[in-house]
């Protein structure tokens, strides 16, 4: 477990490399290393920490130090977690990069962010240097392996009252409603707390120390494997397995290899695997649980009896952290009722009709950490942007903007997002992130997104489109074309509806509900476009 006395993530990887120096911390199968290059194995935390070590000192010498930001793209490789534990040895916070972004938005981000530095994938350098240029910031981008150039100027922007655990570990993007994607600063206590949640959750997800070992197919990028895979393992003396991406055909035999006894998933991945044809291995005698959100209500007893285990559903933003975690991991269950669980001790949490009346719902789920700290375990604040952060934080409570209800023995349950936000397999959209991109095509006179249902992915993005001229077919895959030079491959249309008008407000705002709705109407419409087969990862 991670003591209190604890203050940093380097410190508690180097707690765990005291105590158990031969064990294993991260595994990389051989499916993993010979799509990325690179060697197959296990790394303990002993080899683990000299490693760390030794790129920390590296940048110390290079002339790196506390406050500053450094951005890290590395897709899935064990690369990331040894580079960001160094950077945090020294008091640097890093910036994840999904790999999927595009010219935009790592203009956008770069130039929000303002780092110093950037490990990139060598096929990525051209790309990111490019971006920094554009942005206006003076960022070296260097490949993992290259020399470390000295930084240029002298910026410690990360830099926030206090050390220790009120440092900035990390800054992660997440999909805003209003625009641009926020940075979210997340503390080292955010992580630490996020690990000692996981080891004390307990119930059907408990973990000890006897040498848990955990398998994920989920970006690293994001707060659910860089906080609490990671930390959780940490926290325990376990060992992570991280795959590049999640593989229906060879899950199985990944999850079998690794040895795990706990994985990760999203709704989309039990789905696909029930889809499989049954057979004689399906059944997983040491997975204890898989702890992850979505899982289709139809199928999730379905699951839970052919493959042997539990899963265990939960509730948890990046904002939130493990300060306001809401998880059916007690019983009794709620199977396939899309339950959240109950609240333990460490939360508080109530639901507000649109006046901000207390109700049971449906409504918005409002939420804090008990006790005298009420942020305790969230992030700490949006970067450059204290009114986002004095809004969502409105009244003493966190506002969510998803709308729960709850049952009288307290069990929470999911209804739907009041955030305008397209959730795709896990990832998070912003419908006007997606509107502002698209209203630069020239084709185009004015344009609205709206989500629609998906049966694999969960959600899926609708244009609806004016045309300055003729439309058809061929402008929509142009159009879609276009986008994925722009955004990330699963931001762009799914499908696109040429339209005359779109529903607006008297003062010309889109009327939302409504442009759902004919979203809806025009899924079935044999003259909307379906471009989803064009949406393909393309990143190295």
Same mark, same amino acid.
């Given at each position: 477990m991670i003591p209190d006395t604890i203050e940093t993530t380097y410190g508690a990887l180097a707690h765990s490399a005291g105590q158990w120096p031969e064990r294993p911390w991260l595994n990389i199968l051989p499916e993993t290393a010979g799509i990325y290059d690179i060697a197959a194995g296990e790394l303990t935390y002993g080899a683990a920490k000299a490693e760390i070590d030794g790129l920390s000192e590296a940048l110390k010498a290079a002339g790196y130090v506390a406050g500053q930001r450094v951005m890290l793209l590395m897709e899935n490789r064990p690369a990331f977690f040894l580079w960001w534990m160094a950077c945090n040895a020294l008091g640097i916070s890093v910036v994840p990069v999904n790999p999927d972004l595009r010219a935009a938005e790592l203009t956008y981000m770069i130039g929000h962010a303002e780092p110093v530095?950037?490990?990139?994938?060598?096929?990525?350098?051209? +790309?990111?240097?490019?971006?920094?240029?554009? *942005?206006?910031?003076a960022m070296p981008v260097i490949a993992p392996g290259d020399p470390l150039?000295?930084?240029?100027?002298?910026? =410690?922007?990360?830099?926030?009252?206090?050390?220790?655990?009120? =440092?900035?570990?990390?800054?992660?993007?997440?999909?805003?409603?209003?625009?641009?994607?926020?940075?979210?600063?997340?503390? %080292?206590?955010?992580?630490?707390?996020?690990?000692?949640?996981?080891? %004390?959750? !307990?119930?059907?997800?408990?973990?000890?120390?006897?040498?848990?070992?955990?398998?994920? @197919?989920?970006?690293?990028?994001?707060? %659910?494997?860089?906080?609490?895979?990671?930390m959780a393992m940490i926290a325990v003396g376990g060992c992570l397995t991280v795959l590049d991406r999640f593989?229906?055909?060879?899950?199985? =035999?990944?999850?079998?290899?690794?040895?795990? #006894?706990?994985?990760?998933?999203?709704?989309?991945?039990?789905?696909?695997?029930?889809?499989? +044809?049954?057979?004689?291995?399906d059944h997983q005698d040491k997975v204890k649980f898989g702890f992850g959100a979505g899982v289709d209500p139809k199928l999730h007893a379905a699951f839970e009896e052919r493959f042997g285990?539990?899963?265990?559903?939960?509730?948890?933003?990046? +904002?939130?952290? &493990?300060?306001?975690?809401?998880?059916? %991991?007690?019983? @009794?269950?709620?199977?396939?009722?899309?339950?959240?669980g109950r609240l333990d001790g460490d939360i508080e949490a109530k639901i507000v009709d649109d006046e901000g009346?207390?109700?049971?719902?449906?409504?918005?789920?409002?939420?804090?950490?008990? !006790?005298?700290?009420?942020?305790?375990?969230?992030f700490a604040a949006y970067f450059k942007n204290e009114a =986002?952060?004095?809004?969502?934080? +409105?009244?003493?409570?966190?506002?969510?903007?998803?709308?729960?209800?709850?049952?009288?023995?307290?069990?929470?349950?999911?209804?739907?997002r009041k955030k305008n936000v397209i959730r795709r397999s896990g990832e998070n959209i912003a419908a006007v992130e997606v509107e502002s991109i698209l209203a630069r095509h020239p084709a185009i006179a004015s344009v609205a997104?709206?989500?629609?249902?998906?049966?694999?992915?969960?959600?899926?993005?609708?244009?609806?489109?004016? @045309?300055?001229?003729?439309?058809?077919?061929?402008?929509?895959?142009?159009?879609?074309?276009?986008?994925? #030079?722009?955004?990330?491959?699963?931001?762009?249309?799914?499908?696109? *509806?040429?339209?005359?008008?779109?529903?607006?407000?008297?003062?010309?705002?889109?009327?939302? &509900?409504?442009?759902?709705?004919?979203?809806?109407?025009?899924?079935?419409?044999?003259? #909307? *476009?379906?471009?989803?087969?064009?949406?393909?990862?393309?990143?190295?």
């Open positions: 530095l950037a490990i990139v994938l060598s096929a990525r350098v051209e +790309e990111m240097q490019t971006a920094a240029d554009e *942005a206006g910031i150039p000295t930084p240029r100027g002298d910026s =410690a922007i990360a830099l926030r009252d206090g050390g220790g655990t009120n =440092a900035e570990a990390a800054m992660l993007y997440t999909s805003g409603t209003t625009g641009q994607p926020k940075g979210c600063i997340l503390t %080292n206590e955010y992580f630490l707390e996020a690990g000692r949640w996981y080891a %004390n959750a !307990g119930g059907l997800c408990a973990l000890d120390t006897s040498g848990e070992r955990m398998i994920t @197919p989920l970006p690293i990028f994001h707060m %659910n494997a860089m906080a609490y895979s990671l593989h229906p055909r060879s899950w199985w =035999a990944s999850v079998r290899e690794s040895g795990a #006894t706990c994985l990760h998933y999203l709704g989309v991945m039990p789905s696909m695997l029930m889809g499989a +044809e049954l057979s004689g291995a285990f539990p899963l265990v559903e939960a509730w948890a933003m990046t +904002e939130t952290g &493990a300060g306001a975690v809401i998880c059916a %991991n007690q019983l @009794p269950r709620r199977v396939g009722e899309s339950c959240l009346r207390e109700i049971d719902g449906p409504g918005e789920l409002l939420v804090r950490h008990a !006790g005298d700290d009420p942020r305790k375990g969230f =986002a952060t004095d809004e969502a934080w +409105e009244g003493g409570w966190f506002h969510t903007g998803d709308i729960v209800r709850r049952e009288p023995d307290g069990s929470f349950f999911f209804v739907d997104v709206a989500a629609v249902p998906d049966a694999v992915r969960g959600d899926e993005v609708f244009a609806c489109i004016v @045309p300055k001229g003729e439309a058809g077919p061929q402008l929509a895959q142009e159009i879609t074309a276009w986008c994925l #030079t722009q955004l990330a491959y699963y931001k762009a249309p799914g499908y696109i *509806a040429f339209v005359e008008a779109l529903p607006v407000t008297a003062t010309q705002k889109i009327q939302r &509900a409504a442009l759902k709705s004919l979203a809806a109407t025009l899924l079935d419409d044999p003259a #909307t *476009a379906d471009t989803r087969q064009m949406k393909k990862r393309t990143a190295a």
